[in-house]
């Protein structure tokens, strides 16, 4: 393998006037082509999930950090794992009864609106 190098020198390509003019240019502002991300939610690929806390997505991006991996491939480890214990037995989900619902997260339903 070669030498990496980080910066590419251009004054080897281009004459100095050349350079500033490709310099100078505005990045485009056409609109990114979003229909591969709209088919895949169409086919129900792509999913997300509201209500995770800042402090749980924090801990999912060191674990992610340490490994040197995505943080989405941390979170489906973790929901591999959890569906497998849950299946298992070995994980026991109680439900509690607030107004109006069933919830996982008790405390969580009675912070609501405070602080805004």
Request: hydrophobic share 35%.
């Amino acid at each position: 393998m070669g030498r990496r190098r980080d910066r590419q020198d251009l004054s080897a390509y281009v004459e100095a006037e050349e350079a500033v003019e490709v310099l100078a240019r505005r990045p485009s502002r056409a609109r990114r082509n979003r229909s591969w991300e709209a088919r895949q939610r169409r086919a129900g690929v792509v999913v997300t999930y509201r209500g995770i806390p800042p402090d749980l997505q924090k801990r999912l991006k060191r674990v992610a950090e340490e490994h040197s991996v995505p943080v989405g491939e941390v979170a489906r480890r973790f929901l591999e794992h959890g569906l497998a214990a849950y299946e298992a037995g070995e994980l026991v989900l109680r439900p509690v009864l607030v107004p109006g619902r069933l919830t996982l997260y008790p405390e969580s339903f009675e912070d609501r609106g405070k602080g805004r």
